[in-house]
């Protein structure tokens, strides 16, 4: 039988004997309370009896009125109704009742005698009896007394009888609850007794065979017999001691196997007891030792790791040290790792390595593993990634990131010179170079010039190349040369042909400079400064050196801030288009007119296109800015068509920066096939500048626009690139003559025949042309002479708002107007 049941049927038969102990000690008691009751009754009815005794005394010697003689009658009546009950069990009370009976009958009868006996003279009482009473009522006082010492005698016979009989219900009632707790507690000894005898046997075994497994015996196992869980207990004791083995048998497997995945690593690995001492090491440890020619057999074992190294010499002996710090902090607890990284160069190549210790903790102890992993090849490959990050491929130079570091240490070895100077300069028409003879050529030619810098500078000049074409110097301070004699110097280099193979090139540069003076900047603030130099050298294109000054920090400033400001303006739509009337110069008749985009800044007003063009083109918003103005040439075109106003041509000066957007034709056409506009009725005004970048794919460009309808008109003609093969080339409808001929065309003979022969040309490539800046009749005249039909010019009028231009179409006004103002003319508006 299980453990659990019998417990649980001992306990609970204990549980049902008490109980039932419990409910016959009650069931006693109250068997004794209630014999304690009777008892109780007995003796207030022996005390009742006494009483009422006494009162048939005192009625016979006195006469008491009817409601005291009631009342004793109503007692007698109680008594012999309480002796009634004890009747069939006692004798005696029978014989109580018969004298309660009598007394009661002689009290009556003495009662019902006439006189009283409180009648008769007070001598006769006293000569009759010493009680003072008649003869007559003492004998019947004497029956009386005679029945109530019977009364008295028959109720204690009783009493004795109903006490003897309620001592031995009482011995009874002991008796038996004393049998229970007897048949209780037997009870109890017997179970326990059972579970000791099922508990002991199997406990006592299995304790034998814990303390053998704990001494070592691995193959002793627990008895098993019967079902209950002791069995379980034994059983599963047993499975443990077969789990443990098995798993000891793997745990030696797993060990053997991790001995030889820490053998078969790459790193040296030694294991350290708390104090330092080495316990054990593995294969790679002995396999460096002997490759090192290390004499100790034992390969360290048994040493002091920590002693070894801080008796260290020589190259290494600060790393040494350091390490034996780190290992005595993990150790003692201080630190979970310590890490380092530290040379360890042979002879004949270097080598680097790095110690990892990490804390161990077994059984209360401390300990660590120590491991030396070797990280020669990643130190070459820093050491190589540095050097790329720092050097120019191409020239061996220092590229930005590696003259800032430099500059930075020779600062910090040196200090602040303020007679040194920073040179920035870059190879004039590299690209043409690189276009004529390769891009070969050009990186030869740039490692030769980085050659030539290198031999003609001081040692203790820094020399790198930051761009493509760009090299940045350090020139030492000397005092018995000037910056500019320094400077002049380093040109000469520039100016020497550079021969490569059979190629002989020359070259030419420009650069920006800045002298350190007394104010030391880092070292980002003096390239920033040369940079903004050689951007001036640029704009400049004739300065070879361009010195740097705080003025440049405003105008770069402005700079940025006018680019701002022309984002905010294309975003929030601030521009305008302003036109010009094309006149023909003999009626007067407006026939096209020029759109010029103006800006209305918030706060500067009305900005003229000479203020930021050149800002829009530096910062690459020309692109966008050309297109707003096409687009609203062409919306305003469509309006002056849908107003049935004559159709005039717009001309809309074009960037040569948006042709280099691949996508100009595609935004040419999407504008003409939103606003439905005859493509013929839009001209796009080039500079000859556009010739700088002459390309296959530009004349592909200009025939395209060509081929779409639109009309191309070459501006500022003789005064840039344009040659007559150009003109051959590409297919101009339009020659604008540039207003420096046009203004000079009266005094000046050569300017005359300059306009007449532009207008030749034109009228062979049958081309018309434009005359700019025609500003008074003689000009006017001179030109009609020469036999140019079309001009504009401020003697016709001034660029106007949209509104005012669409007035002189709506009143087909012929040009110069007069100055009476007409009706309805705008003359506020026209009179700026």
Request: hydrophobic letters at 40%; proline letters at 4%; a negative charge.
């Amino acid at each position: 039988m299980k453990l659990a049941r019998l417990s649980l049927i001992s306990i609970s038969a204990c549980v049902m004997g008490l109980v039932a102990l419990v409910l016959v000690g009650l069931h006693d008691m109250g068997e004794m309370q209630e014999k304690q009751g009777e008892i109780k009754a007995l003796m207030d009815l022996q005390h009742r009896i006494g009483e009422f005794s006494v009162a048939s005394d005192a009625l016979l010697v006195q006469r008491a009125d009817p409601a005291r003689r009631e009342r004793y009658y109503d007692e007698a009546a109680a008594l012999k109704q309480t002796l009634a009950e004890l009747e069939e069990e006692h004798p005696g009370a029978r014989r109580a009742i018969h004298h309660i009976d009598f007394l009661v009958g002689t009290l009556e009868a003495v009662y019902s005698q006439s006189p009283a006996p409180g009648a008769q003279s007070e001598a006769q009482r006293q000569a009759d009896s010493p009680l003072l009473l008649p003869f007559r009522s003492q004998a019947i006082m004497n029956q009386v007394a005679g029945y109530g010492i019977e009364l008295d005698i028959a109720l204690r016979e009783v009493t004795n009888q109903r006490q003897a009989q309620i001592a031995r219900d009482a011995n009874w009632i002991a008796a038996s609850f004393a049998g229970a707790a007897a048949l209780f507690g037997l009870f109890c000894v017997v179970a326990f007794a059972l579970l000791f005898r099922q508990i002991n046997g199997p406990l006592r075994a299995l304790s034998r065979v814990a303390r053998r497994v704990e001494a070592g015996e691995r193959d002793v196992r627990v008895p098993v017999s019967g079902a209950d869980e002791f069995a379980d207990l034994s059983r599963a004791f047993n499975q443990m001691l077969d789990h443990q083995d098995a798993m000891l048998e793997t745990l030696s497997d797993a060990l053997a196997t991790r001995r030889a995945l820490v053998d078969s690593l790459p790193a040296h690995i030694a294991l350290l007891d708390g104090d330092g001492t080495v316990l054990d090491v593995n294969n790679q440890w002995r396999h460096f030792g002997t490759a090192n020619d290390q004499r100790d057999t034992t390969f360290g074992v048994g040493s002091n790791y920590l002693s070894v190294c801080r008796a260290s010499e020589g190259h290494c002996a600060e790393e040494a040290h350091d390490a034996a710090d780190g290992l005595q902090a993990v150790l003692s607890g201080d630190r979970d790792s310590f890490t380092l990284e530290y040379p360890c160069h042979s002879p004949d190549q270097p080598r680097w390595f790095r110690l990892m210790a990490s804390r161990l903790k077994a059984d209360g102890m401390l300990g660590a593993v120590v491991m030396h992993v070797d990280i020669t090849e990643r130190k070459l490959a820093e050491k190589e990634l540095k050097r790329q990050a720092y050097r120019d491929p191409l020239t061996g130079l220092a590229n930005r990131l590696g003259f800032t570091e430099a500059f930075s240490r020779r600062l910090d070895q040196h200090g602040w010179n303020s007679q040194d100077i920073i040179a920035l300069l870059d190879i004039r028409e590299m690209r043409n170079i690189n276009d004529a003879h390769g891009y070969a050529i050009g990186d030869q030619l740039l490692i030769e010039l980085a050659r030539c810098l290198k031999h003609d500078l001081p040692d203790d000049a820094l020399i790198g190349r930051i761009t493509g074409d760009q090299f940045i110097l350090l020139l030492p301070g000397d005092d018995s040369a000037s910056p500019r004699e320094r400077l002049d110097d380093l040109i000469c280099t520039f100016h020497r042909p550079i021969r490569l193979s059979e190629l002989v090139i020359e070259v030419a540069a420009r650069g920006g400079y800045t002298l350190l003076g007394d104010k030391e900047r880092s070292v980002e603030a003096l390239l920033h400064e040369v940079e903004i130099a050689l951007h001036e050298a640029r704009l400049r294109d004739n300065s070879e050196f361009y010195r740097y000054d705080r003025e440049m920090d405003r105008l770069a400033q402005r700079r940025i801030d006018l680019t701002r400001d022309l984002r905010r303006a294309l975003e929030e739509d601030q521009f305008e288009l302003h036109y010009q009337p094309k006149v023909n110069l003999a009626t007067g008749e407006v026939i096209g007119c020029e759109a010029l985009i103006r800006w209305n800044h918030p706060e500067r007003g009305m900005q003229m296109p000479g203020q930021f063009i050149p800002v829009a083109e530096q910062s690459q918003l020309i692109g966008p800015i050309g297109d707003w103005v096409v687009l609203q040439a062409c919306r305003h075109l469509r309006e002056w068509q849908e107003a049935g106003l004559d159709l005039v041509q717009v001309s809309v000066n074009v960037s040569v920066d948006q042709f280099r957007l691949s996508d100009f034709i595609h935004k040419m056409r999407e504008a003409l096939e939103i606003h439905a506009i005859d493509p013929a009725s839009l001209t796009l005004e080039i500079t000859e500048s556009v010739f700088s970048e002459e390309s296959e794919t530009l004349r592909q460009q200009l025939d395209d626009l060509h081929a779409l309808g639109v009309r191309l008109s070459l501006d500022d003609f003789g005064t840039g690139y344009s040659s007559l093969l150009y003109l051959q080339q590409y297919p101009f409808d339009e020659i604008k003559i540039d207003m420096g001929f046009v203004r000079g065309i009266l005094g000046e003979p050569l300017n005359r025949n300059i306009v007449s022969m532009i207008l030749g040309i034109s009228q062979v490539l049958g081309a018309d042309t434009v005359a700019e800046g025609v500003e008074t009749t003689a000009v006017r005249d001179a030109l009609l002479e020469l036999g140019c039909r079309i001009g504009q010019g401020y003697y016709y009028s001034m660029p106007l708002e949209e509104e005012d231009f669409r007035w002189l179409l709506e009143k087909h006004s012929r040009l110069p107007l007069e100055l009476r103002p007409s009706p309805g003319m705008p003359s506020s508006r026209h009179g700026r």
